[in-house]
T-cell receptor
Framework: GQNIDQPTEMTATEGAIVQINCTYQ??????LFWYQQHAGEAPTFLSY??LDGLEEKGRFSSFLSRSKGYSYLLLKELQMKDSASYLC??????????WGAGTKLIIKP | NAGVTQTPKFRVLKTGQSMTLLCAQD?????MYWYRQDPGMGLRLIHY???????AKGEVPDGYNVSRLKKQNFLLGLESAAPSQTSVYFC?????????????FGAGSRLTVL
């Protein structure tokens, strides 16, 4: 079956760095997405990786290893506004998105 | 630019009642989707559409119907609501279905079925 695993909850300190991991098992693979979702709001797009390696976008970076079925989202210089859930989703061979349950990130002052 | 608009934002139904959720997008996107989001679970696709006049079943279609009579609108109907359909429903749209098909989501509709 198809499956996405990511930690349920993580806590980090303002100004620090946090890495949110995601492992996936899908029928075929056409890319890996990260979305941010603040409580009570809609998910918003953060990043897309289809090739191995690191993609950097400001304070956020996303990494992909296709051979390991693994991705991570790296958040630097954490701010209180980064408190949110982070959703990992993989695009399978039929171009259907398989979603993880999300990682709730709590930022403490 | 409104993006994706969902109505209503909140609704309480009794078991057996029917209702329709409306999704409208102003980005001229071909693809539209209805998801439900439940605690501890990933987003689950209910139905989707690859263009005006087309619909297709997703992962959890039972108990729901959809229509896409106009390109900008995608309606989700519940004919006979059940407590298991208590959830937050998100509509989304995208300009493509392959590769980097970035989804733009609506703000969500919270439905409670008593």
């Amino acid at each position: 079956g198809q499956n996405i695993d990511q930690p349920t909850e993580m806590t980090a300190t303002e100004g620090a760095i946090v890495q949110i991991n995601c492992t996936y098992q899908t029928s075929g693979f056409n890319g890996l997405f990260w979305y941010q979702q603040h409580a009570g709001e809609a998910p918003t797009f953060l990043s897309y990786n289809v090739l191995d390696g690191l993609e950097e976008k400001g304070r956020f970076s996303s990494f992909l290893s296709r051979s390991k079925g693994y991705s991570y989202l790296l958040l630097k210089e954490l701010q209180m506004k980064d408190s949110a859930s982070y959703l990992c989703a993989a695009l399978d061979s039929n171009y259907q998105l398989i979603w993880g349950a999300g990682t709730k990130l709590i930022i403490k002052p | 630019n409104a993006g994706v608009t969902q109505t209503p934002k909140f609704r309480v139904l009794k078991t057996g009642q029917s209702m329709t959720l409306l999704c409208a997008q102003d980005m001229n996107h071909e693809y539209m989707y209805w998801y439900r989001q439940d605690p501890g679970m990933g987003l689950r696709l209910i139905h989707y559409s690859v263009g005006e006049g087309t619909t297709a079943k997703g992962e959890v279609p039972d108990g729901y119907n959809v229509s896409r009579l106009k390109k900008q609108n995608f309606l989700l109907g519940l004919e006979s609501a059940a407590p298991s359909q208590t959830s937050v429903y998100f509509c989304a749209s995208s300009s493509e279905i392959s590769g980097a098909n970035v989804l733009t989501f609506g703000a969500g509709s919270r439905l409670t079925v008593l």
